[in-house]
């Protein structure tokens, strides 16, 4: 059986009779069991999974009616919560922690008949770009099992790359979802802030993350947005869109479009690969008949700091939650005062999320307060302003999603400004809340490459059709695992 095939492929193959829910996911679940040990994509695998899919072939043997996901196996972030299901968030604190109900995410992928093959490594609290920082182990890239496969929906990236489901959710914050889509060799998508969801997704930074599909394809994420985006009364900063429907269209092409190379983010630091993809990735476009010019985006300089001072601020703020009473793990309260109680019950946070809760204590704190957090906040003003400007222009801004290629596990990770500059590309769109995707151009020395495409708010139909137009002109070897 081909695990290789699409989401669409896969609806087609079932619907047509060529092969069955069970069949799949249970080949599906055995792929996890032959390679997952060396690739470490999961932290959960669903034992209901294959039951689940039997079902939903007894529901169209029957005449029933059928969701549109016809029983795919999906892969989920561990940090959105699925009803009586763990929901650790690859760390220690929330080792045992059952969520008590479905995202609305989740709701809406049980509605279409979606399987849920198992949850994903990540980095804790989706603190990291390498998924090095989970408390269970590092994923290992499938394309190289020695590099890391990015971060932090790492798990998610390296799962549908690995051909172990046929798609995933994961989170993107700063480049979440994009870095792994990049260094994994798949789509990865950062939807308009508010068009999809965030109730069920433990939080990290509330004002800037966004769940986000992570697919073989680009039709695939149009197809899992058209099903998972939407107002929700559950999440106050969810915003209409206009019940859109993003596969429809989607070879509409770019001819006469204008797009923007945004030259801060293929400046000094940029791996040779990437940089000769990056342009010959302008020589696709502009054979596609778009006109791409060369632009500047100057606070882009600025957006790293800006983006860590805001994330840790409201990380520091999210994770006090985890006192250890209302969430944790099994540790005697006898012998403790309250201060001494919680600052040891918390020694079970990794050191990234450690570093994160310090820097958000001390950042907004009296007498700093406007020394950095303002000031960052100045910054992501500017930029979006800066945005803006160019959208008046520009149908679309590209750049290389990661300017490196994938590095080795453990290169990086004890230095985490070297670390921190690996979002470069990607704090952008986050910090402006545009849509942005990556999409798998090209392959060097074994390892992908992919170009991130930007486009203005709620332009998500558009930057579809133009990461399809980009996506037709490529051809990718297969993983190698």
């Not at 069970?22 to 959960?44: G, S, W």
């Not at 994923?139 to 549908?160: E, K, M, Y």
């Not at 994160?356 to 906040?377: Q, T």
């Not at 801004?397 to 004890?414: C, N, Q, S, Y």
Request: proline share 5%; with cysteine.
């Amino acid at each position: 059986m081909n695990l290789k095939i699409s989401a669409l492929e896969y609806v087609q193959e079932v619907k047509n009779g060529n092969i069955s829910a069970e069949d799949f996911t249970a080949k599906t679940v055995e792929r996890i069991n032959q390679i997952d040990d060396k690739v470490h994509a999961f932290l959960d695998v669903n034992s209901d999974a294959v039951e689940r899919a039997r079902q939903i072939d007894k529901k169209i043997k029957s005449g029933e009616n059928v969701g549109g996901c016809f029983g795919m196996p999906i892969s989920i972030k561990d940090n959105i919560c699925i009803k009586d299901s763990r929901t650790s968030c690859a760390s220690k604190m929330l080792h045992d922690f059952i969520a008590p109900y479905d995202a609305t995410v989740i709701s809406k992928l049980k509605a279409q008949d979606a399987v849920f093959i198992g949850k994903a490594n990540m980095d804790e609290f989706a603190m990291g770009l390498t998924t090095e920082f989970s408390a269970y182990g590092p994923t290992h890239n499938p394309w190289n099992l020695d590099c890391v496969p990015g971060g932090s929906s790492g798990g998610s990236g390296a799962s549908v790359g690995a051909l172990e489901c046929v798609a995933s959710l994961g989170s993107d914050t700063g480049g979440s979802v994009r870095n792994p889509a990049s260094f994994c060799g798949i789509v990865g998508y950062k939807p308009t802030y508010g068009l999809i969801s965030r109730f069920g997704l433990i939080s990290y930074a509330n004002s800037i993350e966004q769940i986000g599909p992570m697919t073989r394809t680009v039709k695939d994420t149009a197809f899992l947005l058209d099903i998972i985006s939407g107002q929700d009364p559950n999440d106050d900063t969810t915003i209409s869109n206009s019940n859109q429907n993003y596969l429809s269209g989607i070879d509409a092409g770019i001819e006469g479009k204008k797009i923007g190379i945004i030259q801060e983010m293929i400046g000094d630091g940029i791996d040779p690969a990437v940089l000769s993809a990056t342009k010959n990735a302008v020589s696709k476009f502009e054979g596609l008949g778009a006109t791409c010019e060369y632009v500047s985006l100057d606070m882009v300089k600025y957006s790293v700091a800006a983006y860590y001072t805001i994330t840790a601020t409201e990380a520091g703020s999210n994770l006090a939650r985890y006192d250890n009473l209302l969430y944790g793990y099994d540790f005697p309260v006898e012998g403790y005062e309250f201060n001494s109680y919680i600052s040891k019950a918390r020694t079970k946070f990794g050191p990234e999320v450690t570093r994160r809760m310090i820097l958000g204590g001390f950042v907004p704190s009296a007498g700093h307060a406007g020394k950095y957090f303002l000031k960052a906040l100045k910054v992501k003003q500017k930029l979006t302003r800066e945005i803006t400007e160019l959208f008046k222009k520009y149908d679309y801004l590209i750049a290389p999603t990661v300017p490196i290629l994938p590095f080795k596990i453990g290169e990086k990770i004890d230095d985490p400004i070297a670390l921190f500059l690996v979002d470069i590309n990607t704090v952008t769109a986050n910090l402006t809340g545009i849509p942005a995707i990556s999409v798998p151009f090209d392959v060097s020395n074994g390892l992908p490459i992919g170009m991130q495409i930007m486009a203005n708010t709620m332009e998500d139909k558009s930057l579809l059709q133009a990461a399809f137009a980009l996506e037709s002109t490529v051809k990718l070897p297969e993983v190698p695992i």
